[in-house]
């Protein structure tokens, strides 16, 4: 089975495929003055198996695209969405985000937690600009700096996965650079990361590796999310997930 595979089988049957909230969604969702009562639309771009996309359905009178690359997450998505009783607010779409089939000025709010990375933060932002009503809200976490200065072992890490990783006054001027006013930062408290997204992760550890017949490909995977963890643990005080939303100049 090849890589991909593999992390899908990982990552699927959990909640939240990268860490966050339900209460830190709902926190940046009162960021944007949007009436509930008006319709509105959404696109939450990045969005895994859902949880982002069903909470703004259910709190917003939001139409929602939900856009992902992989399949089988919005798959999930979508009997999520029928469980909860909101699939007619849910529109999957199995998409780049580099590729965003939208047009101009199409939505309200554009949601991207955890994912905005995988474009590049200022690439995202000042590209998915263009969908966005004047007035709209960008709403996005990323990884952020929380000090000005950290340990090496940690910089280097960081350095070589991910070059644009910065403070949150750097992400916050991008923003500002980009057309955008910020209306809001915070960042994602530590139950975020351990008890939403790397305790559960560790509990599936055994089954994912019994269901791939203990491959070494599955190993590997299971090793370098044991590595992501400890140097999380290690030097949580230094990095972290920033909450930025910030408005679109009309
Ligand atoms: N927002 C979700 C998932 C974050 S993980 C959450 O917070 O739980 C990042 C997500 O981006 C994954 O679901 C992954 O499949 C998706 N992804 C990866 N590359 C992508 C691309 N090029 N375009 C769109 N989505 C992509």
């Not at 895994?48 to 996309?53: E, K, L, Q, W």
């Not at 750097?170 to 990361?193: D, H, M, Q």
């Amino acid at each position: 089975m090849e890589n991909l595979s593999l992390l899908i089988d990982l990552h699927k049957h959990a909640k939240r495929q990268g860490p966050g909230g339900d209460a830190e969604t709902r926190k940046a969702l009162q960021f944007c003055r949007v009436d509930p009562a008006r319709p509105i639309k959404v696109a939450d771009i990045g969005c895994g198996t859902g949880s982002s996309a069903l909470l703004i359905a259910n709190e917003l009178n939001a139409s929602v695209t939900a856009v992902d690359l992989l399949d089988p997450f919005l798959d999930i998505l979508k009997i999520r969405a029928e469980e909860t009783g909101l699939s007619g607010r849910i529109t999957t779409l199995s998409c780049s985000m580099d590729h965003l089939p939208f047009e101009d000025e199409e939505f309200d709010i554009l949601w991207s937690e955890g994912a905005i990375y995988i474009i590049g933060f200022e690439r995202g932002v000042r590209e998915w600009k263009q969908y966005l009503k004047p007035g709209g809200y960008l709403v996005v976490s990323e990884i952020t700096w929380l000090t000005g200065t950290r340990p090496s072992e940690l910089q280097k890490h960081w350095d070589h996965h991910y070059s644009e990783i910065d403070v949150a006054s750097s992400k916050i001027s991008v923003l500002e650079n980009s057309g955008y006013s910020p209306a809001g930062y915070f960042t994602l408290p530590e139950y975020c990361w351990l008890d939403n997204y790397y305790n559960p992760m560790m509990k599936r550890f055994d089954a994912f590796l019994k269901r791939n017949g203990n491959s070494a490909e599955a190993k590997d995977i299971v090793e370098s999310e044991v590595k992501e963890i400890e140097l999380y643990k290690k030097y949580s005080e230094y990095v972290g997930y920033g909450f930025y939303i910030a408005r679109k100049h009309s």
